[in-house]
């Protein structure tokens, strides 16, 4: 599983970017631009977006699921990394967090590839 | 691990635990309940499709549906304007009509186009063909939508009364001296089209409006985004339940994978 941390963290900040995309660019333009504009109109067609975020959050999820059973973290830590993937800008500083913990407690999960 | 020191399953149920899996029940029911949901919205979004025809400007029946042409399949559900004369002593009631939980009967009576063909007009349901208002005389004009005649092949028990079994062209065609359309409309109250002309005669006074049924079928990819989004759910909320588990087994009971 030495690919897994490294997956993680793509998945992280891309779920990230959809999300603060989604949350605050398309959903503000959908709703708040005036009708009939090309900024709402813009806001309307980047929904589709909202499609995409679902999917990578589960492969997210599936992912650092199995980082969990890696890492024997704790039952509510465990929770805000599954969870940080929902509130917009929160994932960002929990992949920090994440990325702090395992280079300091699972070397062996960060050194991709590479032979003891 | 030796067998005789291993974990018992009932430490599972300790109250310790008992807030992680009510967290579990409750993220399963959530993930359950915004599926059906999203199931929902996608289900409307196809009906609404599906009825948008009905939703179009009118035009001249003769347009749309030949007085000796097939049915055509575009015809369905199309908002028809139909003019001419009543028929109103070739009324018929069609039996075994639903509307608003009661059973009861389409009143319908054939408009003769300058075609010389008639087209039947479903004016609105009745509960009993007794109680219905007497059927309307002289020149007719309204709009209607358009459906195909119903040919299931209901035997009608009585051929003299004016009670038919279902709204069949070739089964009223020997009640009539004149060639039949294939098809009929259900009339609407709807303003006819052109500028300028007099209020519609659709005979609707005095009965309750008839839905029109038969519809196009929504395109294959209509709201597919909500369909996905149902699936999302579903497979999420079944993550969840997989978490759980695997946490209570390893975390819990210490049985490792």
Redesign the interface.
Request: charge should be positive.
């Given at each position: 599983m030495s690919k897994l941390f490294p997956a993680y963290r793509v998945l992280a900040l891309t779920v990230g970017v959809l999300l603060a995309f989604c949350s605050l660019v398309a959903l503000p333009l959908k709703y708040l631009a005036a009708d009939g504009s090309g900024a709402q109109h813009f806001g309307d067609q980047a929904s589709?977006m909202?499609?995409a975020h679902?999917?990578v959050f589960?492969i997210y999820?599936?992912v650092s699921?199995l980082l969990w059973?890696q890492t024997?973290w704790s039952?509510p830590f465990?929770?805000l990394v599954?969870l940080s993937g929902l509130i917009p800008l929160v994932i960002f500083y929990v992949e920090r967090v994440v990325t702090r913990r395992i280079r300091a407690e699972h070397p062996e999960l960060v050194h991709a590839g590479m032979d003891p | 691990m030796h067998d005789a020191t291993a974990i018992p399953a009932r430490r599972a149920f300790a109250p310790r635990y008992w807030g992680?899996h009510l967290?579990m029940v409750a993220a399963v029911v959530t993930c359950a309940l915004l599926g059906r949901w999203q199931l929902g919205v996608w289900h409307g979004h196809r009906v609404d499709d599906a009825a948008a025809v009905t939703r179009e400007p009118a035009v001249p029946l003769g347009d749309v549906l030949g007085r000796d042409a097939a049915f055509p399949s575009s015809g369905v559900g199309r908002p028809v304007v139909v003019t001419g004369t009543w028929d109103p002593t070739r009324t018929v009631y069609v039996a075994n009509r639903e509307s608003n939980g009661r059973t009861g009967y389409w009143a319908t009576t054939p408009v003769v186009t300058s075609t010389g063909s008639a087209i039947p007009v479903v004016r609105g349901w009745t509960p009993s063909p007794r109680t219905a208002p007497p059927p309307p005389r002289g020149t007719a004009a309204l709009v209607g939508i358009l459906q195909p005649s119903e040919d299931t092949g209901s035997t009608d028990s009585d051929t003299h009364d004016a009670v038919v079994p279902e709204l069949s062209t070739t089964a009223l065609l020997p009640r009539a001296p004149y060639d039949l359309y294939g098809g009929y409309v259900v009339a609407t109250d709807r303003s006819l089209p052109a500028a300028g002309t007099s209020a519609p005669t659709p005979g609707t006074a005095g009965l309750s409006r008839v839905t029109v049924e038969r519809l196009p079928g929504a395109d294959a990819s209509t709201a597919i985004?909500n369909l996905?989004?149902a699936f999302?759910w579903w497979?999420?909320g079944g993550?969840a339940v997989f978490?759980w588990w695997?946490?209570l087994q390893?975390?819990v009971l210490g049985r490792r994978?």
């Open positions: 589709i909202w499609v679902g999917w589960i999820v599936a699921f059973r024997r039952l465990a929770i599954l | 992680v967290l985004r996905l989004y999302q497979v999420f993550f978490m695997r946490w390893e975390d994978r």
